[in-house]
């Protein structure tokens, strides 16, 4: 073995360490709509769990789901409407196809928000096997 093969070793070997327990720390919680009703279902009447839908407003009275609170992501103060909210509530995000409510979640956890999770497909994917509702 050479010197060199036994240095390049175990430093990689410890790279692949690092990899593997920072993918098995991360908090990324992406749920298909499956998942999320159920999660609502468990959650019907806790307090503590919020629905937030990032889409525009418009987008938002076209149809959502029943129970979601609307904080578009588009908007110049979306940021500090964020920061208002309970950081120790569950949130399941989503959007019409999962990209703004990916972005939300990252806004979020950035922020120090623990308990999220974004529904994948966004609301064109929940709407294929669930009702939506408009108000």
């Known amino acids: ?23 098995c720390t991360t908090n990324d919680k992406n ?5 999320a009703v ?10 503590n769990f919020v629905i937030l839908d ?6 938002f009275t076209s149809g959502h ?4 609170i609307n904080l578009d992501y588009y908007s110049e103060t ?14 399941l ?3 019409r196809s999962g990209k703004r409510s990916q972005a939300s979640f990252d806004i979020m956890e950035g922020l120090g928000f623990k308990n999220l999770y974004n529904m994948e ?9 669930y009702e939506i509702v408009t108000k």
């Open 31 to 35: 749920i298909s709509p499956t998942e």
């Open 78 to 91: 979306f940021s500090d409407d964020v920061s208002e909210l309970d950081k120790d509530k569950n949130y």
């Open 38 to 47: 159920a999660l609502i279902e468990e959650n019907t009447d806790n307090e």
């Open 54 to 59: 990032v889409r525009t407003n418009e987008e």
């Open 1 to 23: 073995m050479t010197k060199r093969n036994f240095i390049i070793g175990p430093i990689l070997l410890l790279l692949l360490g690092i990899l593997l327990m920072t993918s």
């Open 65 to 68: 789901i029943d129970g979601a």
């Open 93 to 95: 995000i989503y959007c």
């Open 121 to 129: 497909g966004g609301i064109e994917a929940y709407q294929q096997d």
